[in-house]
């Protein structure tokens, strides 16, 4: 049992990691030791975190140490039945969301936790506000409104352990990816499975912030940042008016803030060959499943921080302090020109929605603050292995592939109109805020359906629902609609986060997720005997129709084949199932 013991606290190390390069920073003078609000984090010397029950203590303790600036607000109940808690800080305690969204000052929204063992936006959000609480930072709420949601996956938070991030350096105990249900939930922005992600559309609808940030710790190879993040860049953004002035007007604050206290702010981004970084980078794009990609089609500005997991877990939390500081700072500087660039944005929606990207095949070049790395043969793995070796290397021309080549791209209907039977994608479409109106009348309307000519689904399921990949083909004409029906005007600010929910080529719409999949069986069939005597009355009767049966016929493979040719002649007739393959939301062009 000792060896065990033992061995369990060898393995728990961060010996198998890469060596670090020694850090000091001014923000380690944000640390406090004494006072009734030090964090457990603090408590540590910064290589622990305090598990759901300890948090939301601590919350409640900033709530009663502060009565007048903070409430607590319970915005949804996971899955096992615990509070998803968010904590809400203003000047003059207003803590209504009408009032919160009317206020003249700027509102931050600050999620940490999604994934619950990338946990940093936690202990440094608890840092923050008890440096509100205490009057260090008084100068805070005289310019912004904060909205604090510490722990997002408050179940896989408590799915506690030592082994669950193998190449991540603290805290000690963490949670795990997923809920409780496996569910991953930054990838369940636009289908909304999840009881914590319909809680932060709700939220952001009801509170309306002006800058929305998801904190994460990144995976992958080894550099000199110890502060990543990103959002979509301006040149592949659907809203890039938008991205211009998060460019212009807020990362310039940010970067000099944590450069100023120590910290190593650097670019989101990936590598393309885990073997050799000199490959090159991978410029990701975030589709709308993930909230930056989400937020980029709200015309939100949002960033995705995604801290350097092999750096300690005390200069990762510090470093995320500055940058939440670093934030409110741009905020307040910026405010109105921050929402002046969203007004615009929201004003000027393009004509075409690009819903899919594709890796460059030629690249560009970046700077980069990189770390040396050798290969070496591994006894355990028998092959060749990559380690970095905690020198600095710097690149001066670093290749980087954005993904910016177009694989998919769509015209964007004035109106979209479904069918009232499919409630749940109704419910989904207000849950993220979309606005939907009801047919009022029978009213006879040109327009366009999509007809499913192939489609592959999934071999597994991925978060819980089984993919389907259709290929498109359309037909215009008149349809009449009545009060069973619901339009989507795409003419709304949500308007192209409502095309690519809706429009059945886009690989995050609810269709490609799986809501539909009962247009993919059919339900009524037909009798031989009956179908070859009213098969050769409707050749008869329809020229063009008997034309085309012809020409098929020249098809041996079709000539020889009964079946085929009964299933052709009943596909063709006014009988068969005019829902089967049928895109049920119709489109307004």
Do not use: C
């Not at 807020?250 to 670019?267: C, F, N, R, S």
């Not at 801290?307 to 300690?312: F, I």
């Not at 592959?456 to 359309?474: C, D, H, I």
């Not at 037909?475 to 009545?482: I, P, Q, R, S, V």
Request: charged share 20%; hydrophobic share 35%.
């Amino acid at each position: 049992m000792l060896t065990s013991l033992l061995l369990t606290a060898a393995l728990a190390n961060d010996a198998h990691l890469p060596p670090l390069i020694e850090w000091q920073g001014q923000s380690e003078n944000l640390m406090q030791t004494q006072g009734p609000l030090v964090t457990d984090f603090e408590k540590s010397g910064g290589i622990d975190s305090p598990n759901y029950e300890q948090t939301i203590a601590y919350l409640h303790a900033l709530q009663k140490a502060n009565p007048t600036q903070f409430s607590i607000k319970t915005i949804a109940k996971s899955n096992a039945g615990r509070d998803i808690d968010m904590l809400i800080a203003s000047q003059d305690g207003v803590a209504s969301a009408e009032a919160i969204s009317l206020s003249k000052k700027p509102t931050l929204l600050i999620q940490a936790g999604i994934h619950s063992g990338e946990i940093d936006g936690k202990d440094a959000g608890f840092m923050l506000l008890r440096d509100i609480a205490n009057g260090k930072r008084d100068d805070i709420l005289n310019r912004v409104n904060l909205l604090f949601i510490p722990i997002l996956n408050v179940d896989g938070h408590e799915r506690r352990g030592e082994f669950n991030r193998i190449n991540q350096r603290g805290p000690r105990v963490m949670g795990f990816r997923t809920n409780g249900q496996n569910l991953n939930l930054n990838r369940d922005y636009t289908k909304l499975d999840t009881p914590g992600i319909r809680a932060v559309a709700d939220a952001v609808n009801q509170y309306q912030p002006d800058l929305y940030i998801d904190i994460h710790v990144t995976d992958g190879a080894d550099y000199q940042y110890d502060v990543t993040y990103g959002y979509n860049p301006a040149f592949v953004s659907v809203t890039p008016k938008v991205t211009k002035a998060l460019d212009t007007y807020v990362k310039p604050i940010i970067d000099a803030k944590l450069q100023e206290q120590g910290h190593i702010p650097g670019p989101l981004v990936f590598v393309m060959d885990k073997m050799e970084f000199k490959h090159g980078l991978a410029g990701w794009v975030a589709g709308p499943r993930y909230s930056n990609g989400w937020g980029e089609l709200r015309h939100l500005p949002t960033i995705l921080v995604e801290n350097h997991s092999l750096k300690p877990y005390k200069q990762r939390v510090l470093g995320t302090y500055v940058f939440l500081d670093g934030a409110i700072d741009a905020m307040a500087n910026n405010a109105d020109k921050l929402a002046a660039a969203v007004k615009s944005s929201v004003q000027s929606q393009p004509e075409e929605l690009v819903v899919e990207l594709g890796y460059a095949k030629e690249p560009d070049f970046v700077e980069f603050k990189g770390i040396a790395y050798e290969h070496y043969f591994s006894d355990a793995t028998k092959t060749k292995e990559v380690r970095y070796i905690g020198k600095p290397q710097n690149y001066e021309k670093l290749p980087i592939y954005w993904q910016k080549d177009i694989k998919t791209q769509v015209a964007i209907p004035k109106a979209f109109y479904l069918p009232a039977q499919y409630s749940q994608i109704i419910d989904t479409l207000k849950v993220q805020g979309v606005e939907l109106q009801t047919v009022d009348a029978l009213t006879s309307v040109n327009l366009t359906q999509g007809i499913i000519a192939e489609h592959e689904f999934a071999k597994s399921p991925f978060e819980g629902r089984f993919r389907v990949t259709p290929t498109m083909e359309y037909k215009t004409g008149a349809y009449t609609l009545d009060s069973s029906w619901l339009k989507v005007d795409t003419q709304q600010r949500l308007g192209l986060l409502a095309t690519h929910l809706l429009h059945p080529e886009a690989p995050d719409s609810l269709f490609q997720w799986g809501y539909m999949h009962t247009i993919f069986q059919r339900t009524e069939y037909v009798e031989n005997y009956a179908l070859a005597p009213y098969a050769e009355t409707l050749l008869k009767q329809n020229p063009e129709l008997a034309k085309q049966y012809e020409q098929k016929l020249k098809d041996e493979s079709f000539a020889q084949d009964a079946d085929s040719r009964r299933a052709w002649l009943y596909a063709n007739s006014p009988y068969y199932d005019q829902q089967y393959l049928r895109y049920p939301i119709l489109m307004q062009y």
